[in-house]
Structure formats: structure tokens, C-alpha cells
């Protein structure tokens, strides 16, 4: 039992198959996961809070992390922050050049549709603030900003900075709904409203975690509506998995609503900013799935936009900086692989569903007829693409 400044805190360790601290047992709401075969748990109690943590990450250290581009006076922006046009794609590999650079400017988004795509990874205030300024720069003051929350594991903002729950798989409340997600996370928010005491362990270091006391925290919800013409939508996705219909759907309707919206008459420019914990895996996804069905709904007869390739989407999405979603998933990686098999087989069906001309169904009826197909042709590699009992051995 160490102390610090009046705080106690137990440091509890929990070897391969060891059972969750009954404590711990009974609070899984709070702090689920698959079942702990390594590493540490830690109980933290304070004057007003108390909370068990393992295997999580103190993300202010992004502030010092690689990729994180800067705006036109040299400020950080979030790590990995991309700003892409839907209509246009990256012509060359001269684009490599201007890696995590604009390919929108308020120039072009008059031609894309009023409408520009952001990705990024976590964002603390600063950055969040630093990007609005820079869509306003851009596309004027009254522009909208859609931010989509694309993470299911356990976060908040703390003093400012991105705090993330992160398991070695990050496959933690998976099983959640996102009612029950949400509404955990506003209780604990709730209850540590006073601040909250826990032990952080570096992303970029290896080494013995260190207390770190948060005398404010918020959701991230509550720091995007602070800001004016900003909308927030949580579209949790479980890390190292595919898309699923119901988020397809969702977003779908989103990305639908958003065109329509842009197009009318003196609408003001509008970005659809996606978002998860690094920026590359369910960030890239997503924002390649919103451009297949952004392209389509702003094709007209009038003023057609030629139908991309899955590899020329890939690439546009990598050359923004992104992920290369075209790049075959490492199989030393099990906890990952069958996901991004899976992740990309379904982005390979939207982009059929979108070709596919003769269906006189509407789009996201046909990629939900594409993506079940895919689903059915590889059951086996679907149905395990998260599988816990495994974990472990890639610890040994």
C-alpha cells in the first residue's frame, strides 16, 4: 500500500487466469472486459473517488507523439488530422508528398458538394479548438461540424487532455450497447464529478505507471457542443473488427442527410469529422465508407462523378494519411487479423453495391444485400474475428 499526498492506492497482480478482485467483479459496468490474463490491476481511492483501472493509456502524451500536422501558424492539430474532398481522389503518388496535408480548401468544397470528410485520432481541448479554427479559416464561420466518436472503449477528457481505457486488444465493452455505453460513461462522470485519482501508464514508454489526479473531467460529448454549430454522434465501433449493418445504416443516413443538407439553397459548408483512439484502423474505415456513399449521393446526371475503384479509394484514404486499407492484414497480428480481413471484405462490397447499376434498389439496400453475401461466403472467418480465448498466448 503506497501514499501520495493523502491518496492510497493498491496495486493488485493478476497472473495468467486469475480471477477480477471481487471488487472489481462486481463493477463490471464501469470497467468490462475480457476476462484479465495479464498484467496489473490497480485500486485507487482519494477523499471524494474511488476506481480500479488495468491496461489503460494517459493520451496528453500524444502531445509529443509523430503525426500530428499543424495549422497555418504552426499549432498542433490531432494526431494524424486529415481534411479530404469526396469527389476528388489523389491523381499520383506525388500526393504521398503532403502526407497529412489538406486535399480541401475553401476553394474546392463549393465543387465537392459543400461538403468536406476530417479524420483524426483522439483530440484534447486545445486541438479540438485548433481544428474548429482551422474549418473556420477555411470554409468561413458558420460552418457545420458533424464529429463522430467512433470509440467503444471507456474515455473522457481530464483537465483538458484525452484519457482512454485500453486493454492489450482494446476489445473492452464490446458486448455493450450504446445506450448502456453512454449512460455508464455519464455516471462516472457523474460520480467522479469532483475529480478523480488514477494510475497512468505512458503510451510511447514501458514503464512502472505513475498517479496522475484529474480534478476536472467531462465527456467528450459536453467539449464538441461547446462549440457553436457542432453536432456529436457515437458510432462505437470495437477495435480490430468490421463494419456491421446497423452502423452502416447509421451512418448511411448520416452521410445521406448530411448531402442533402449541404446542397440547399445558401447552406452553410459542412465537415463530417471521424475519430477514433490512433487515427488509422476505424477512422480510415469509415471515412472510406462515407466517400462511396457521399460520391454516389452527389453524382448527378448533370454533374456525374466517376465510379471509384476499391484500390483508388484505398489509396486516397492512405495518401490523406490514413490507413492503407488495401494492404493485406499481418497474420502474426490474430487479435487483428480476422478483423481487418473482415473489415475489408465488407468495404469491398459497398463499392460493388455502389457499381452495381442493375439493382433498382436504393444504395444502402444493396450494401446490406453485399454485405450479408460477403458474411454468408465467410461465416468461419466472420464469426471469429474477435475471439478472447486466445489472447493470451500472443503474451507468452
Known sequence: MASHSGIQSSLVSLGRGCPLPQ????DQKHYGAVEPKYGLVIKVHGASSEVWMRRFFLLD??????????DGEGKKLPKRFRLMNPRLLCKDLEARNGHFSSTTTGETIRDSGNIAFASSGAFSRK????????????????????????????HWIGDGEPFSQHTFTNHQNMHLSLDELIAQEKEFIK????????????IDEDITPVLRRYSTIQTEEDLVLSEKHTSYVRMPLTDHTALDLKTTKRLYRIIKETVVAAQRKDAAPHVVWFHCLGGQGRASGLTFAAHVIARRELSRPENPIPLATFEALAKHI?????KDLSADPNP????????????????????????????PSPLID????????YCERHRELWEHQVDPSDFAEALE
Not at 191 to 201: C, N, Q
Not at 366 to 373: G, S
Request: overall charge positive; proline content about 3%.
Open 23 to 26: 471488487e472489481l467483479a462486481k
Open 61 to 70: 502524451v500524444f502531445a509529443s507523439a509523430p503525426f500530428h500536422p499543424r
Open 127 to 154: 486541438q479540438f479548438q485548433r481544428a474548429m479554427q482551422h474549418f473556420k479559416h477555411l470554409y468561413g464561420p458558420d460552418v457545420n461540424v458533424t464529429v463522430i466518436d467512433l470509440r467503444k472503449e471507456f
Open 191 to 202: 460520480t467522479h464529478s469532483e475529480g478523480v485519482t488514477v494510475w497512468a501508464r505512458r
Open 318 to 322: 492512405w495518401y490523406g494519411g490514413g
Open 332 to 359: 502474426d497480428k490474430r487479435y487483428k487479423y480476422n478483423g481487418a480481413i473482415c473489415r475489408r471484405g465488407c468495404l469491398q462490397a459497398l463499392v460493388e453495391a455502389a457499381h452495381d447499376s442493375k439493382s
Open 366 to 373: 444493396r450494401m446490406c444485400v453485399k454485405i450479408q453475401e
